[in-house]
C-alpha cells in the first residue's frame, strides 16, 4: 500500500480546491483490510464530482489501483473491470476489443467506481445501462438488485470490481461515434477549465438547471476567482486562487435566487465532503 501521509487534494481535486491529508492507495485484499481497520475512511476515485468543504480533515481518503486498477476479458460477452480503473483508459481499451456501448459518455473524466456510484451518464446513455453485477467486499451483486436512477444508485459499499456485457461493432464506427460526442461535448462545456461539471441536479426532464442559473442572471457571475461559466451555467469554475467559502457562498447565493424566482429548490450533483 502506498502511503501519503500530508498529500495535497488541490493537485487532484478537479475544481483545484482541496485540503492536506492522509491519502492511502489500496492496491490488493490485504490493504483493504487495513483500511477497513480504521472506521474513518471515505473512498475516491478521480475526485471530479467531490467537494472538499474544509482544510484539514480527521478521517483519512483512499483510493484503488494494482489489482482495481486492471481490465480483463472473462468470456466473449463480458469484461472485467477494476473499480479504480479511469474512463479514458477503460474506452481505449474498448476501443482496441471493438467493444461498443459506451461512446456517449467520453469525456466524463471519473473512475469505473466513482461512475457507477453516482450512475454518470451522458446524452442519454449511463454507466449503468451494460452493467452486469459489481463486486465490493460483501461479494457480488447483480444488477437487478441495484437501485438506480438518475444521478443515483444506493450502493453503499466500494465497487472493487464491474462487470459489464459487452457487444462489437466496427472499430471506425466506434471511433467515429467517439469523435461526433467528443465534438459535442467541447461545443457546450469548458472543458479545460478547472470545474466538477454540473453542480446541480436537473430538477425534472424538461427543466435544466443551466436554464434556472442562466434566467436567473448568473451566467459569468464571479465571487472572486469562482465563477459560473459563460459556456454553460451549471458549470460552476476556479478561475485559478478560488477558495472553498467563495465556492459555497456561489451555490448558496445561486439556490436562494432560483427559489426565490422559480420556487425549485435545486439539488447538488456534486459531493461536498
Ligand atoms: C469536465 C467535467 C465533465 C463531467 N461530465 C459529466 C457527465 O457528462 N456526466 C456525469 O454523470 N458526470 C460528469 N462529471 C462528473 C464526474 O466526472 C462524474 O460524476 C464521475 O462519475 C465521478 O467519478 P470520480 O471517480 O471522479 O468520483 P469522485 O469524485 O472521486 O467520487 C464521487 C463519489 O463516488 C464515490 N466513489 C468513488 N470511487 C468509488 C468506488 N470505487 N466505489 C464506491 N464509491 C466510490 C466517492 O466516495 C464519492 O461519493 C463531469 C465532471 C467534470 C469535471
Not at 444488477?143 to 461493432?169: C, G
Not at 451555467?233 to 485559478?240: A, D, E, M, R, V
Amino acid at each position: 500500500m502506498k502511503i501519503y501521509k500530508d498529500f495535497n487534494f488541490s493537485k487532484i481535486s478537479y475544481l483545484g480546491i482541496g485540503p492536506k491529508g492522509k491519502l492511502l492507495i489500496v492496491e490488493d485484499e490485504n490493504d483493504l483490510k487495513e483500511v477497513f481497520q480504521n472506521d474513518k475512511s471515505k473512498i475516491v476515485g478521480n475526485c471530479s464530482k467531490i467537494f472538499f468543504a474544509k482544510k484539514r480533515y480527521k478521517n483519512i481518503f483512499y483510493r484503488l489501483d494494482g489489482i482495481y486498477g486492471k481490465i480483463e476479458k472473462i468470456s466473449s460477452n463480458r469484461i472485467m473491470v477494476g473499480g479504480g480503473v479511469k474512463f479514458s483508459k477503460f474506452l481505449k481499451f474498448l476501443i482496441d476489443e471493438r467493444i461498443t456501448g459506451f461512446e456517449e459518455l467520453v469525456g466524463i473524466p471519473g473512475t469505473i467506481g466513482g461512475m457507477i456510484k453516482i450512475n454518470a451518464g451522458a446524452f442519454g446513455n449511463n454507466i449503468s445501462k451494460n452493467l452486469f453485477s459489481i463486486i465490493t467486499v460483501e461479494g457480488k451483486t447483480v444488477k437487478k438488485d441495484i437501485t438506480f436512477s438518475y444521478r443515483y444508485s444506493n450502493i453503499d459499499k466500494p465497487i472493487l470490481f464491474a462487470i459489464f456485457n459487452v457487444e462489437k461493432d466496427k472499430r471506425e464506427v466506434i471511433k467515429n461515434r467517439i469523435e461526433y460526442f467528443v465534438k459535442k461535448r467541447s461545443s457546450s462545456q469548458p472543458l479545460n477549465a478547472k470545474t466538477l461539471g454540473s453542480t446541480f441536479k436537473n430538477p425534472s426532464m424538461d427543466i435544466f438547471a443551466w436554464k434556472l442559473i442562466d434566467d436567473a442572471g448568473f451566467r459569468g457571475y464571479c465571487i472572486n476567482d469562482i465563477c459560473v461559466s459563460k459556456k454553460h451555467t451549471n458549470f460552476i469554475i476556479n478561475k485559478g486562487y478560488g477558495n472553498n467559502s467563495d465556492f459555497m457562498k456561489l451555490i448558496k447565493l445561486i439556490k436562494n435566487k432560483v427559489f426565490k424566482l422559480y420556487k425549485i429548490e435545486l439539488e447538488l450533483e456534486i459531493e461536498i465532503v
